[in-house]
């Protein structure tokens, strides 16, 4: 079955130090792959997407993606967090063939302490 | 401005009563989709809709009743027969839904307690 691990339920970080949110995703061919940030009682925003080409992608606030085939992986990164990165993020997934049913991670809550 | 407005933010409802939630959207997209969320389990698929006046059922759609009569619109209905109706609802769309790679944006989400 296709799933999408966020292996940390829970990061805390340092204001200032750099980030790094694992992702992986079980599907029989590479996936469409996302990143969203969800603030408390609110929607989700994408911050960024990979599809084909470049593994490393850019998002928006900072943030970067890369894919790693190898590894079935697609870790989100930045190098300096912001107080206001605290949020929960989700991975999620998507077939790239047919109708794009997109399955999403668990998600990985962000700390960010002064 | 284009987005997604959900409304209520907030609602409360006793056991036995059925309760819609409003989707509206105002960017044209063809798809539209409900999600629930409920803490440690990320977000479920309740039912989606790719044009008006179809739609089909996700991965928990037993208690769930939806309706697509207007492009911008897609109503969510929770019955008396879910039982466990307490959660986060969001709403999100895409520009299409069949065939295309198309990003689905999100709704604020409406939080349905029952008491």
């Known amino acids: 079955a296709q799933s999408v691990t966020q292996p940390d339920i829970h990061i805390t970080v340092s204001e200032g130090a750099s980030l790094e949110l694992r992702c992986n995703y079980s599907?029989?061919?590479?996936?469409?792959l996302f990143w969203y940030v969800q603030s408390p009682g609110q929607g989700l925003q994408l911050l960024l997407k990979?599809?084909?080409?470049?593994?490393l992608v850019q998002g928006i606030k900072g943030f970067e993606a890369e894919f790693k085939r190898s590894q079935s992986s697609f870790n989100l990164r930045k190098p300096s967090v912001h107080w206001s990165d605290a949020a929960e993020y989700f991975c999620?997934?998507?077939?790239?063939?047919?109708?794009?049913?997109?399955?999403f991670g668990t998600g990985t809550k962000l700390q960010v302490i002064p | 401005d284009g987005g997604i407005t959900q409304s209520p933010k907030y609602l409360f409802r006793k056991e036995g009563q059925n309760v819609t939630l409003s989707c509206e959207q105002n960017l044209n997209h063809d798809a539209m989709y409900w999600y629930r969320q409920d803490p440690g389990q990320g977000l479920r698929l309740i039912y989606y809709s790719q044009i008006v006046n179809d739609f089909q059922k996700g991965d928990i759609a037993e208690g769930y009743s939806v309706s697509r009569e207007k492009k911008e619109s897609f109503p969510l209905t929770v019955t008396s027969a879910q039982k466990n109706p307490t959660a986060f609802y969001l709403c999100?769309?895409?520009?299409?839904?069949?065939?295309?790679?198309?990003?689905?944006?999100f709704g604020p989400g409406t939080r349905l307690t029952v008491l």
């Open positions: 999620a997934a998507a077939d790239s063939g047919g109708y794009q049913k997109v399955t």
């Open positions: 599907y029989g061919a590479t996936p469409y």
């Open positions: 999100a769309s895409s520009i299409r839904g069949q065939g295309s790679t198309d990003t689905q944006y």
């Open positions: 990979y599809f084909s080409g470049d593994t």
